[in-house]
């Protein structure tokens, strides 16, 4: 245990995703991007599709997260989402093609009939691609 960090936890239905001590964590909510450190208020938000970061020892993560719940109190955090990746084990080419791929589609008159779904995919393919992009460099 370190009394100088936050205790994080990433967690879907299936697993964890990740559980260790940061320094940093930076998510999307549903009102706007916020970031937690040491001592952080209790909170609990709504999160939307976006990216999470976390920094540790001057080790930054990143994870396409697919909305869900945040919540932090007493330095101990968790994050709960239907899914949620880990850059590094996204294909940054694949991300990449699927990102393309929907921003295509949003453009065709046939996208307007369905457009909420096809908004949705092309946000989870967003993050999946700014996570897997972030995460290479």
């Given at each position: 245990m370190s009394e100088n960090k936050i205790h994080f936890?990433?967690?879907?239905?299936?697993?964890?995703?990740?559980?260790?001590?940061?320094?940093?964590?930076?998510?999307?909510?549903t009102d706007g991007e916020f970031g937690v450190l040491l001592d952080h208020a209790p909170l609990m938000s709504t999160l939307d599709i976006g990216v999470t970061k976390i920094i540790s020892d001057n080790k930054t993560d990143y994870f396409a997260t697919m909305g869900g719940i945040f919540q932090v109190i007493n330095n101990s955090a968790v994050l709960l989402s239907e899914d949620v990746e880990y850059g590094q084990n996204i294909d940054l080419a694949a991300a990449k093609s699927e990102k393309?791929?929907?921003?295509?589609?949003i453009?065709?008159?046939?996208?307007q009939q369905d457009i909420k779904?096809?908004?949705?995919?092309?946000?989870?393919?967003?993050?999946?691609?700014?996570?897997?992009?972030?995460?290479?460099?």
């Open positions: 936890k990433i967690i879907t239905h299936e697993k964890i995703i990740f559980e260790g001590y940061v320094d940093e964590i930076y998510l999307k909510g393309e791929r929907l921003e295509a589609r453009g065709s008159p046939e996208a779904n096809n908004e949705k995919a092309l946000a989870m393919a967003l993050a999946r691609f700014k996570a897997a992009m972030n995460q290479k460099n």
